[in-house]
């Protein structure tokens, strides 16, 4: 064993970091860099097999041909975030709703 008491404590571990820290901080960047690097450089998966769902789903009539644009796809990102807010409201609402029978 290399030490005579077996309990390491998250402070043990971060008085290890802050003396190495440059070392952690390159670590750090280096890894940050490559995942960047990966992002860019790779191909999504996504594109091909939403392409694929839309064109299944307009030739089997379950998404319109034209002319009526997709709720939360068309709009892009922004809108899609404040549709996801409000349908997030209304949901609640519903959940709260008192029921007549």
Not at 67 to 85: K, T
């Amino acid at each position: 064993m290399l030490f005579k008491n077996d309990n390491l404590h998250l402070l043990d571990y971060w008085r290890v970091l802050s003396k190495r820290r440059y070392a952690a901080i390159i670590v750090f960047a280096f890894i940050v860099g490559i995942v960047t690097v990966y992002s860019f450089v790779a191909t999504p998966v996504y594109k091909g097999s939403a392409q694929i769902l839309i064109n299944l789903g307009s030739m089997v009539a379950l998404f319109p041909l034209t002319g009526v644009p997709l709720p939360f796809i068309s709009y892009g990102g922004s809108n899609l975030i404040i549709s996801m807010f409000a349908m997030g409201i209304v949901i609640n609402i519903s959940k709260y709703a008192v029921k007549k029978k």
